[in-house]
């Protein structure tokens, strides 16, 4: 069964400091990978998405995150963190039905807080 | 362009009453999700429409709750009777079902049952 595991509940950090978030999948298949990140109140707003190609991906705010099957990981990074970024982040494994997107299943997600 | 909707924002009703919770998915999305999130069970999907059709809706967590799409611009969820252990936040996600693969998520309906 499908699954995704942030090992990360809570991370603090301080402003300018490196990020990496960690993310781990279960999935039979090649996988359709998100972050996504929550501000307190808010919906779910995309940050990144891997379908193919190459395994480094670019996204919003200044976030990247690196596919690697052999480690069925999908880590979200950033050089520098601003304190606008303290939000939770949330790791997703979408299924593949075809080539389109069925279900996402996500992670129990990993609250950042960011020291000024 | 206009996001998701969701309707209402906040909603605190009593154990037994009917709970009606709305969506408007972005114009020209396919596909429409309800997802539950509570502390203790994460982000769950509940169930997901394609072209107005439920495909899975095997997270419905039971038959007091039920979700129609009555056309391509409008989703409900209903919980009949609404139970204490029902208080979270509802969220709809919309997206374009051949091509985007991208799900697009309103600003949720928190749910608070006495």
């Known amino acids: 069964a499908q699954s995704v595991t942030q090992p990360d509940i809570h991370i603090t950090v301080s402003e300018g400091a490196s990020l990496e978030l960690r993310c781990n999948y279960s999935y039979g298949a090649t996988p359709y990978l998100f972050w996504y990140v929550q501000s307190p109140g808010q919906g779910l707003q995309l940050l990144l998405k891997y379908f193919s190609g190459d395994t480094l991906v670019q996204g919003i705010k200044g976030f990247e995150a690196e596919f690697k099957r052999s480690q069925s990981s999908f880590n979200l990074r950033k050089p520098s963190v601003h304190w606008s970024d303290a939000a939770e982040y949330f790791c997703a494994v979408g299924e593949r039905r075809g080539s389109t997107l069925g279900r996402l299943y996500f992670g129990r997600g990993t609250q950042l807080t960011v020291w000024p | 362009d206009a996001g998701v909707i969701q309707s209402p924002r906040h909603e605190v009703t009593e154990m037994g009453q009917e709970v009606t919770l709305r969506c408007k998915p972005i114009?020209?999305?396919?596909?429409l999700f309800w997802y539950r999130q509570t502390m203790m069970r994460g982000l769950e999907l509940l169930i997901y429409?394609?072209?107005?059709?439920?495909?899975?809706d095997s997270g419905m967590p039971e038959d007091r709750f039920s979700a129609k799409m009555p056309n391509a611009s409008f989703s409900t969820l209903k919980i009949q009777p609404s139970e204490p252990r029902d208080s979270a936040v509802y969220f709809c996600a919309s997206s374009l079902w051949v091509s985007e693969h991208t799900q697009y998520f309103g600003p949720g309906t928190r749910l608070t049952v006495l």
């Open positions: 114009s020209g999305h396919n596909s």
């Open positions: 429409f394609n072209n107005n059709v439920p495909i899975d």
